[in-house]
Structure formats: structure tokens, C-alpha cells
């Protein structure tokens, strides 16, 4: 049985404009210890969808499951989420220097989550946090407990909240972007970091991210999603050499080790669709460079795709391969090139 | 931190300087000494008195001259004299500022409570019945002049229930060295007023902060954290949201410190208020030239402690 099991989670905003569906029927499983990767571009319901799973998205309505070690997350006690939250699921985000109080030292920050937890004195609290800081690399840890997260660099910070998320030794996890606010050179670090905690402690991540790089040396298994909805699901291997969805196909282009040309970067054309009554059909469709008059009509469910099992997508392309690169051939063919819909209109 | 205090207290020096030219300037500058000495000696001035004060304030001398034996005397925390009522400032002024002092602190301590605790049910329960009731309240007594407010109160608890509330005076004051019953006595209706007027800028000011602050990354990593609701509230935001609070507070509490005019007035209070409107009345230039630079003071100190309060709330401010 899997260590996460969610089932058709669906979760809409009321807003003034109306209802935001952020979140369409998404379900995937999380093995205990493994990686799952959330790969999308931004406003995809990548967020939403984990955050939802914690209970921190307030004034939402949310249906469906999440099971997790048999207790189904979306309807628990506010006092078994609060005993969940930070012991059993831990969570880091995408920008660590806001995420920190500022107000309140590094070290207390840590202690004060241990001591809520566990009932440990305020100098063993005090003791782990000094150790968790160094576990995670940062230098004279036993003088940094006391800085506060503003004396810390970026990459610090974001290691301190590695610290701080491991140091209930938490089932699972959920990493939200963790490095898209990093500079380049510290992003690799940080990954590096989260990937040895992964091992010394056995947990599973989720790691979240809008770029295809930062999981390919990382995730198991990949879950793409877009539209508030979820594109294609593999494991890494087949979906970085035998995706079936268009836009997989389109964010590896935008890769800039994956592209046909190495030098220049491919983003896809066009808008991720507005999740204010979202038209049937695809929601991919107005970007999608083989759109057939069925993808706007109906939206293909996820079904196999491929040979590899538990390769999955929601594409109405063959699923043979042959088949499919025929079918792409002609379908480009048949539509001029750079002549294809985006979604904004203009 | 102490670089940050000197830049502060630094500023305040300056700010103090600057205010003492103005009211200088306002007050000695005139159509030759006589006319100055004989403002100076309000309706009472007769050719001797005018020529003491000449000689007093030396007025015959040059008016930077003027201006160093003046700022001297302030600097050694003499006000000057009031020949009017032939008594020194000081000792007007001290027996006007307890009274204001006594109805500031009081209120202050009304309005600060009640300010923060509605602005925060008014965040956590945003747009619930309680919000909306606390936003009426706020509207209500922000939009009522003082006076209204205060007389509304008086004619209530003072004429109309006075068979049941017995205890409530229609104005004046008691010292709290002569009766402090009595003192607390007189003061409930002034301290009321002054809140109740004052305190609706506060719930509005924490609610906004409030839901800024819930609004923050950092709160959310707090509930990630597994903490309960109540203390992410009381440990995690309210130390951010209270930051603009505290600034309006100093600045608040300083203002009124130097006179709370309309309150003290519909109360019969004798404060400091209070004396600088009857001085206005008599012409009484000395008192209300005294009066002034106290007020400037208690701003400037004011603003020197917010600065300190921040520095204690903010390490990102005592750090850097
Ligand atoms: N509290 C909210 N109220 C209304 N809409 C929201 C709220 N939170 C997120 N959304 C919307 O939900 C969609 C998905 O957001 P999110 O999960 O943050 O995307 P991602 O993490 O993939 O970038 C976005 O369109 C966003 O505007
Ligand atoms: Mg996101």
C-alpha cells in the first residue's frame, strides 16, 4: 500500500471573478521513500494540489481522497492535522528567506516545532536543532542556531528549512519549488541536500518544480500537470525518452539539453488556460501543435500509454509509438508552420 | 543597534532645534523690543513690567543673543515666567500636565486593548458577524466629534442614571495624591471618550495588518509545522501585524500628552489642554509659548521610542 494515495482531488477558489478550479480530478500515488516529481508550468495547481493535502489552503472547496497511512487527509480532526503536519508530512517552499519568520531565530524557529511535538527539553531541542543544522551542511552550526534567517544567504536559508522539515524524521516530504528562488549555482546544492536526507532518513519527497531539469537526476516516478489537471504520468526514464503527451513533449523542448537545438531554449507558444469556467475538451488544445477536432470537444481521460506499465497520459494520440510519430508528421503537415492557435488570442 | 539609536536620537536633536527656531521666530520676532515685551507682558503690561521683561528676556540685545539665552533657559528645563499670572511656567505647567498625564495614560491603555483585540477577532474572523460589528463600532465613533461623544456620556451616567451609577461626577478633576478613588472616579467618562474616539483607527489599522501578515509565507510555514491555530496567531503574527501599531500608538500618546484640548475641556479637566486654551483666551503668551515646546518635545521623544520599540520588535532593524 502506498505511504500517499490521492484520489480525484478537486479543489475550487470562490473569487470575485468566480470559481477558480484550480485543481481538476488529480490522483497519484507516493511510495514510502520514493520520489514523485510534479513537473508544470506556473499556475498549473501544482501548489494547490499538495497544499491542499496539508489542509493549508483556507476557504477552498475541496473534494476527493488522500489517504495517508490509512487516515484520509481532507476530512481529519484539526488536532490529528496538527499532529500530521511537521512530524509525519513536512513541507518546504519555494522562496525560504519569507518563509522564515523574521523575527524569530533560526535555531527557535526548529526548536519551537520539536518542542510541539515531542515533549524534550528546551537544551535537547535546542541540542537537535544544532545537529540538524549541521546535517545539513551549515558551517559552525552551534553559533548559526542563534542568527536570524536575515544573517542567513539564500541557500542557507533554504537548508535551515530542510533542517526544520526533517527534524521530526517525517514520512513524507513535499518540496514546492524548493530551488526556483536560489541562484543558479546554490540550486544544485540544495537539491544534493534534500537527495541526502532522502537516504539517511528514508523519506518520500514530492518534489514540485515548473522545470523538467531539476528532476531528471532525482524523481522515480514524474506526474505532469497542467490545467489543474494531470497530463501524463511516468517513471523517469520513459518520460524523458518516450513521453506520449504534447506537452511533456513541450516542456523538454523548452529544455535546453533536450531541444533539437542545444543553444536555443523552445518554450511552448501561448497561455496556460484561465481556470475561471474552463472550456470542455483538452485544456491543452489551444497550444497544442497536433490539436485534432476532437481535443476541443472531448477531454481524453488518462489511460495507458506506451509499454512501460504505469505509463499513463491524456492525450488522444495513438498509443503506439510508429503510429503516433505518423500521425504527428501529418497533422504538423497539415497545419502551416507557426500558425498554431494560442491560447490567448493574440 | 547603537549606530541606528544615535542616527535616531541625532534626528531628534535636529527636529528639536528646528522647532525651537519656529516657535522663536513666532513669538520674538516683532516691530522692536517694546511691542515684543509688551506681547509678552499680555494685557497686563504696564511700562515697568514691560521693561523688566525687556530686560528679562534681552530684548535689546541681538536676536541670536536672544535666542541662546532663551534656548539656555529651555535647555536647563526652564520654561520662562508668566507675568500674567506672576507665577514661573514651570510651575503652571506642572500642575497642568499629572491631569493630562492621568487622562492619557488611562485611555491610552483603553484604547490600545480595545483597539488590538478587535482588529485581530476582525482578521481571524474576517467578514463574520463580529467583524462587521466591530467595523460599525469603529465607523460609528470615528465619524462622532469629541465633544458630542463626551456630553453624550455625561448626560447618560452623570444626569440620567445618576440614581443608578450614584458615583459618576459631571466633570472636573481630583489628583490622585488628594483621593485616588476619586481621581478614578472623575476619569472614567474622560478615559471612555478619549478611547472610544481614538480606538477605531487601531481596529482598523491591526485588522489590515493582521491580514496582511496572515497572508505571509512564514505563517504558512508555521501551520506546516503542525503549530495550532492560536498560537500561530499569537506567537507568529501578531508580533509582525503589531509593528504598525506601535508607531501610531507613540505618535498617538506623544500628541495627546502635550493636551488633549477638547476632552479636558468637556470635562473640566486642568490639564495641559485645558491651560493652553484659557492662556489663549488671556493672551498669555509665556504659557503658551511653554506649552508648545513641551508638546514638540513629548512628539520627538515619542518618535525616539517607537524607534526603539522597533528595534526590540525587529532584528532585521537591530542587526543592521
Ligand atoms: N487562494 C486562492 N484563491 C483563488 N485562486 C487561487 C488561490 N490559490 C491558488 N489559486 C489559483 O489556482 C491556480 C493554481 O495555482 P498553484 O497551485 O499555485 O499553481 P502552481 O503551483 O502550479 O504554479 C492558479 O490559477 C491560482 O491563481
Ligand atoms: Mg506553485
Redesign the pocket.
Known amino acids: 500500500m502506498p505511504l500517499l494515495q490521492v484520489e480525484e482531488l478537486r479543489v475550487s ?1 470562490r ?1 470575485a471573478d468566480g470559481i ?1 478550479q ?1 485543481v481538476r480530478g488529480v490522483s497519484y500515488d507516493v511510495e514510502a521513500g520514493q520520489t514523485l516529481g510534479i513537473v ?1 508550468e ?8 499538495t497544499q491542499t493535502i496539508m489542509g493549508l ?1 483556507r ?2 472547496q475541496v473534494s476527493g481522497r488522500a489517504v495517508f497511512e490509512g487516515k484520509d487527509l481532507l476530512t481529519a480532526s484539526t488536532g490529528d492535522m496538527q499532529r500530521i503536519r511537521g512530524a509525519k508530512i513536512a513541507m518546504i517552499f519555494q522562496d525560504p528567506l519569507t518563509s522564515l519568520h523574521p523575527y524569530y531565530k533560526v535555531g527557535w524557529q526548529i526548536m519551537e516545532m520539536i518542542q510541539q511535538h515531542e515533549s524534550v527539553s528546551k537544551d535537547d531541542a535546542r541540542k537537535r536543532a544544532v545537529e540538524l543544522l549541521r546535517l545539513v551542511g551549515i558551517p559552525h552550526p552551534d553559533r548559526r542556531v542563534d542568527d536570524y534567517p536575515h544573517q542567513f544567504s539564500g541557500g542557507m536559508r533554504q537548508r535551515a528549512m530542510i533542517a526544520m522539515a526533517m527534524a521530526l524524521n517525517p514520512a513524507l516530504l513535499i518540496a514546492d519549488e524548493p530551488t526556483t528562488a536560489l541562484d543558479v549555482t546554490v540550486q544544485a546544492q540544495v537539491l544534493r541536500v534534500i537527495q541526502r536526507m532522502q537516504e539517511m532518513f528514508g523519506t518520500a519527497v514530492i518534489l ?1 518544480t ?1 522545470d523538467l531539469g531539476v528532476i531528471a537526476d532525482v524523481a522515480d516516478e514524474v506526474l505532469v ?1 497542467y490545467g ?1 489537471e494531470v497530463m501524463e504520468r511516468a517513471d523517469r526514464r520513459t518520460l524523458f525518452f518516450n513521453s506520449h503527451h504534447p506537452y511533456t513533449e513541450g516542456l523538454l523542448q523548452s529544455l535546453p539539453a533536450y531541444g533539437g537545438a542545444r543553444e536555443r531554449l523552445r518554450p511552448i507558444p501561448g497561455q496556460p488556460p484561465s ?1 475561471l469556467s474552463p472550456p470542455p475538451g483538452c485544456p491543452f488544445a489551444p497550444r497544442c501543435p497536433y490539436v485534432m477536432d476532437r481535443c476541443r470537444t472531448e477531454d481524453p481521460p488518462l489511460a495507458a500509454a506506451g509499454e512501460e506499465p504505469g505509463h499513463i497520459s491524456a492525450c488522444w494520440l495513438p498509443h503506439r509509438g510508429s503510429e503516433r510519430a505518423e500521425l504527428r508528421r501529418k497533422l504538423l503537415e497539415a497545419e502551416p508552420a507557426g500558425t498554431a492557435p494560442s491560447a490567448g488570442g493574440a | 543597534m547603537t549606530r541606528f539609536l544615535i542616527r535616531r536620537i541625532g534626528q531628534a536633536i535636529l527636529v528639536l532645534f528646528a522647532a525651537s527656531i519656529a516657535v522663536f521666530l513666532l513669538f520674538f520676532v516683532g516691530p522692536g523690543p517694546d511691542q515684543v515685551a509688551r506681547t509678552f507682558a499680555g494685557r497686563l503690561g504696564t511700562p515697568q513690567r514691560i521693561l523688566e521683561i525687556k530686560h528679562a528676556l534681552h530684548l535689546d540685545q541681538p536676536l541670536y543673543l536672544q535666542y541662546l539665552h532663551w534656548v539656555g533657559n529651555l535647555l536647563q528645563g526652564n520654561l520662562g515666567f508668566d507675568y500674567y499670572k506672576g507665577q514661573s511656567v514651570n510651575t503652571v505647567v506642572g500642575q497642568a500636565l499629572p491631569a493630562t498625564v492621568s487622562l492619557v495614560v488611562g485611555a491610552a491603555i483603553l484604547w490600545i486593548a480595545y483597539g488590538v483585540f478587535s482588529g485581530v477577532v476582525s482578521a481571524v474572523r474576517s467578514r463574520s458577524l463580529l467583524d462587521r460589528g466591530f467595523t460599525t463600532a469603529a465607523l460609528f465613533f470615528y465619524s462622532m466629534p469629541t465633544f458630542v461623544l463626551g456630553y453624550t456620556l455625561i448626560f447618560i451616567f452623570a444626569y440620567e442614571l445618576y440614581r443608578v451609577t450614584k458615583f459618576f461626577p459631571f466633570s472636573s478633576y481630583v489628583p490622585i495624591t488628594t483621593n485616588p478613588w476619586q481621581w478614578f472616579v472623575h476619569l472614567i467618562l474622560p478615559w471612555l471618550t478619549l478611547a472610544m474616539v481614538t480606538a477605531a483607527a487601531y481596529t482598523r489599522l491591526t485588522r489590515t495588518s493582521m491580514l496582511d501578515v496572515l497572508g505571509e509565507d512564514y505563517i504558512r510555514t508555521a501551520r506546516s509545522k503542525g503549530m495550532p491555530e492560536q498560537r500561530v496567531i499569537r506567537v507568529h503574527a501578531l508580533r509582525s501585524a503589531l509593528t504598525p501599531v506601535v508607531t501610531l500608538a507613540g505618535l498617538d500618546i506623544g500628541t495627546a500628552l502635550g493636551g488633549v484640548i477638547i476632552t479636558e475641556q468637556v470635562f473640566g479637566i486642568p490639564g495641559l489642554g485645558w491651560t493652553i486654551v484659557q492662556a489663549i483666551g488671556q493672551q498669555d503668551l509665556p504659557i503658551i509659548m511653554g506649552i508648545a515646546v513641551l508638546a514638540a518635545t513629548f512628539v520627538v521623544i515619542a518618535n525616539v521610542i517607537v524607534d526603539i520599540l522597533y528595534a526590540v520588535l525587529d532584528p532585521r532593524v537591530r542587526l543592521n
Do not use: E, P, Y
Open positions: 477558489f473569487t477558480v484550480a508544470g506556473s499556475g498549473s495547481g501544482k501548489s494547490v494540489s489552503t476557504g477552498a514540485i515548473h500537470m489543474g481556470l
